[in-house]
Every structure is written in C-alpha cells, then in structure tokens.
C-alpha cells in the first residue's frame, strides 16, 4: 500500500481496502502465495483509477508507472549508501566512452554505472562498481551471463575499479558467489543477492554486510 501511494499519484490505497480486494477474488481459485489476490486486487485498482489523457496512443496526463529495474536499482543503492561509510553514488549525466561518425553525423556512446562506491572524481576512479541486474535468476545458469560479465569488467576497467559486483533480487538463502573470468586474471567480481523472504530490515543489513566482506570493508 505504500509503494503505491508513493508511485501512483492519483491512486488512493490503504489496509482497509484488503477485505474488498480479497472479495473481488472470492470465486477465484485458491492461490499458493496468499498475497496474491491482494496484489492482482491493487494492480486492478491502478489501472481502473489512473486518470490518463491519450491522444495518438500516446499518455499526455501526469500518471506514470515506475520502471522496476530502476526501483531495483534505487533500492539497491539506498540500502548501501546507508550502510555503508564510504560514499555509495551515482553519475546524474552518463559519460561519453566513444563515439562515431556517419554522414558527418557524431554518435556518441556514454555510459553509467548504477552503483559507485568511494568515487573520486579527481581521478575519475571508484573502489567498487556494482551493477543491479532484476532478473530471475532461480535457474542459477542466468546469474553472471556473458553481457552483464562484459558491461561490469568495462566499468571496472574504466573506472580503475578493485572491485566489481552484480546484484540481483532473490526469494530463499543464496550465498554471495565469487565470478572468476579466465580472462581476467585479476578481477575481482562478485554475485550478490538481496533475499526478499527476509524482513525488509533484516535483508538490507544482511547485503550491505556481504558487500563489506566481499570488497574488504570490514
């Protein structure tokens, strides 16, 4: 209910709407996860009350819906720059990397890390890079794929970065995994994982912990 009065502007959600949420769903079958109905209840209540103004197939109204990579990378960021005492930032305009011309025409490629951590920008160096990935990554084989491997070893690289981390959502207990590239004999990149079964206090103070250990800043 909270993240939808602070996401939705024009959505009015509180815990008492759970008993018509759930009546909503009385002759539906019995879902495995009993927050279910209350999630599909709130998702109906959004889209019946967002107040949009199309024209063209195109929302002119003041609405929006939150991207949920980017909450995930929010998130992930909000919980170390509060845990740890090193500073957690990140760039507010991308950095150009390279460009190229065609037609006489300049194409400019730039990037930004999601998360730095202890960045000067004196010598435009970062302790440590961590890159949030939200995906599912119950099929353990998805964890660390090749493109998110490239872009995190690039930050690193270019950023003069000791330590490099991807970090995922998670539902259960999964230990912090460390990634070796053949390639790159002296990386140091990990896999973290933030477990959302655990209380909300509990998982932020479990991943800023496995990020101390992992990049030595105990």
């Not at 957690?88 to 990397?97: A, G, I, L, N, Y």
């Not at 998805?142 to 970090?167: H, K, M, P, R, W």
């Amino acid at each position: 209910y909270a993240l939808v009065n602070a996401y939705f502007e024009d959505i009015d959600a509180i815990p008492s709407d759970l008993p018509m949420l759930l009546l909503d769903y009385k002759n539906k079958i019995n879902y495995e996860n009993v927050k279910y109905p209350t999630v599909l209840g709130l998702a109906i209540k959004i889209l019946n009350e967002l107040k949009l103004n199309m024209k063209n197939n195109q929302i002119l109204g003041s609405s929006y819906l939150v991207n949920s990579n980017n909450l995930f990378e929010s998130y992930a960021r909000k919980v170390l720059s509060e845990g740890l005492s090193l500073p957690v930032t990140k760039w507010d305009t991308p950095k150009q990397m390279g460009k190229f011309q065609i037609n006489d025409k300049d194409y400019i490629k730039s990037y930004v890390p999601d998360i730095m951590i202890d960045y000067h920008n004196d010598t435009d160096s970062s302790l440590a890079i961590i890159d949030a990935k939200n995906k599912d990554i119950s099929n353990y084989q998805e964890i660390g794929s090749l493109a998110d491997l490239y872009q995190i070893l690039f930050y690193c690289y270019s950023l003069n970065s000791t330590f490099g981390g991807l970090v995922y959502p998670y539902f259960g207990s999964l230990e912090t995994t460390r990634i070796n590239v053949d390639s790159f004999k002296e990386s140091n990149i990990f896999a973290f994982n933030i477990d959302f079964s655990k209380p909300i206090g509990v998982r932020n103070i479990e991943f800023v912990n496995r990020v101390k250990t992992a990049f030595r800043l105990n």
